[in-house]
């Protein structure tokens, strides 16, 4: 899998009503029968604040260590506390 549950992602490309650039975060992901992802998009609407993405249409912003202290890594290699 390319992404993990809470990683912050951008959506590259426009999608579902979605412009290009908007973060959201994996909440669900998806293996078969094609890797996909459940992304909550927290300022949208409730009713349509999950969509379905695939690897390609997203770019990571920041990635779930699951390590000790909970801490997210930056794509660029930073940390966050």
Known sequence: MKYHFYDVVRLKCPKDGLVPGVEGTIVMAYEFPREGYDVEFSDLSPECS????????LALVASSDGGAGGQRKESGGGAWS
């Open 50 to 57: 999950v969509v379905t993405l695939f690897p390609e249409e």
